[in-house]
């Protein structure tokens, strides 16, 4: 069977790839931290991969409790 995750390659990077190779399957990220990533970077990215997608990827996002 063929790797379908490779170490050190970032989700958002990952979706974008599979954004490109496929045209019909919904794209979901893992729970990304909000807080550990700047918010203008996620929103960009975000925003980059639904665009290369056609409106097919969904963002998972938590943020911390205090």
Do not use: N
Not at 34 to 44: D, I
Not at 49 to 66: A, C, E, K, Q
Request: charged share 10%; proline share 3%; aromatic share 8%.
């Amino acid at each position: 069977m063929d790797r379908i995750a490779y170490l050190g390659v970032m989700d958002t990077v990952a979706l974008a790839a599979a954004a490109g190779a496929t045209s019909r399957i919904g794209l979901l990220s893992t729970v990304l931290l909000g807080a550990v990533w700047p918010a203008a970077l996620l929103a960009k990215e975000a925003a980059s991969i639904d665009g290369v997608s056609g409106g097919r990827f969904t963002l998972g996002v938590s943020y911390p409790f205090s």
